[in-house]
Antibody
Framework: QITLKESGPTLVKPTQTLTLTCTIS??????????VSWIRQPPGKALEWLAL???????YYSPSLKTRLTITKDTSKNQVVLTMTNMDPVDTATYYC???????????WGQGTLVTVSS | QSVLTQPPSVSAAPGQKVTISCSGS????????VSWYQQFPGTAPKLLIY???RRPSGIPDRFSGSKSGTSATLGITGLQTGDEADYYC???????????FGGGTKLTVL
């Protein structure tokens, strides 16, 4: 059974860097074809895709946020990490990680973690 | 502003049928698989349709997906009050080299 769980701070101050961790189980980050994405959702708003990392370390980022995002994986810890720099109140959102299947559909998703940006 | 356009809301009576459209372009929907997700308030999205028209195990056949050119459609028949949720389409955009989600559609079962 594949599961993902997000963890990280619930509150960050403006200009700070956010680091979120997605801990996975039920699959290996080294298996061919495996990929994990980060996706966020501001309160009451739509889903916004952020970043994607493949088993072979190929990475893709949202064009509008590319300069602020870094996605990495630690295969020994079964974790995918997202860092977002220069946080702003508009970045307040629930952040999800999700398992990306071969043709681009996401299932399952983590439960999500709400990050609030406020001074 | 998403590159995939969905109607903000749709509504229909219990037992009726509803369709939700997702409009894109040749760089996304036309040449890539489309997925659909269902999301209830306070919960993570759940995969409803993948590879344009396939249903994961456990999803009832009241839910269907189709694609034609640069548009995709989610259909729900035999509407139930429990179907009230937000629905999102998603696909890869080859030009942007990025995943895209639609703006979401809120389904109300009157």
């Amino acid at each position: 059974q594949i599961t993902l769980k997000e963890s990280g701070p619930t509150l960050v101050k403006p200009t700070q860097t956010l680091t979120l961790t997605c801990t996975i189980s039920g699959f290996s980050l080294t298996s061919s074809g495996v990929a994990v994405s980060w996706i966020r959702q501001p309160p009451g708003k739509a889903l916004e895709w952020l970043a994607l990392i493949y088993w072979d370390d190929d990475k893709y980022y949202s064009p509008s946020l590319k300069t602020r995002l870094t996605i990495t994986k630690d295969t020994s810890k079964n974790q995918v990490v997202l860092t977002m720099t220069n946080m702003d109140p508009v970045d307040t959102a629930t952040y999800y990680c999700a398992y990306r299947k071969i043709y681009g559909d996401y299932e399952p998703w983590g439960q999500g973690t709400l990050v609030t940006v406020s001074s | 502003q998403s590159v995939l356009t969905q109607p903000p809301s749709v509504s229909a009576a219990p037992g009726q049928k509803v369709t939700i459209s997702c409009s894109g372009s040749s760089s996304n929907i036309e040449n890539n698989y489309v997925s659909w997700y269902q999301q209830f308030p306070g919960t993570a999205p759940k995969l409803l349709i993948y590879e344009n028209n396939r249903r994961p195990s456990g999803i009832p056949d009241r839910f269907s997906g189709s694609k034609s050119g640069t548009s995709a459609t989610l259909g729900i028949t035999g509407l139930q009050t429990g179907d009230e949720a937000d629905y999102y389409c998603g696909t890869w955009d080859a030009s942007l080299r990025a995943e895209e989600f639609g703006g979401g559609t809120k389904l109300t079962v009157l």
